[in-house]
């Protein structure tokens, strides 16, 4: 069975940092981009950031440009966001996803349409 399962989110003060990890198993994402994305209550699901198959090349939405970081350990079948100076707008359920598409290259990351596996989420709670 394929999987991909988040975890690392949690309460935290605005300003302060949280790392998420997505796991993958039953499966090598080696060859995929992966991507993170966001829903918070009463909100459309939106693009955070990912990174090419290669990990080469990262894409970040505006408003996380700059304190977000994606990166990704091939050999631990892992991708990580490492979220500092947070604020509570990025309150929200974060999701990892890997895109369908292998060995793809610098286009259409933002969208979820290219993603077809999906974590079960997990929680990002921001206080003010």
């Known amino acids: 069975q394929v999987q991909l399962v988040e975890s690392g989110g949690g309460l935290v003060q605005a300003g302060g940092s949280l790392r998420l990890s997505c796991a993958g198993s039953?499966?090598?994402?080696?060859?995929?981009?992966m991507g993170w994305f966001r829903q918070a209550p009463g909100k459309e699901r939106e693009f955070v950031a990912a990174i090419s198959w290669s990990g080469a090349t990262t894409f970040y939405a505006d408003s996380v440009k700059g304190r977000f970081t994606i990166s990704r350990d091939k050999a631990k079948n892992t991708v990580l966001l490492q979220m500092n100076s947070l604020k509570p707008e990025d309150t929200a359920v974060y999701y990892c996803a890997a895109d369908k598409r292998p060995f793809t290259t610098g286009s259409g990351y933002s969208g979820p349409d290219v993603y077809n596996y999906w974590g079960q989420g997990t929680q990002v709670t921001v206080s003010s």
């Open positions: 039953g499966r090598t994402f080696s060859s995929n981009a």
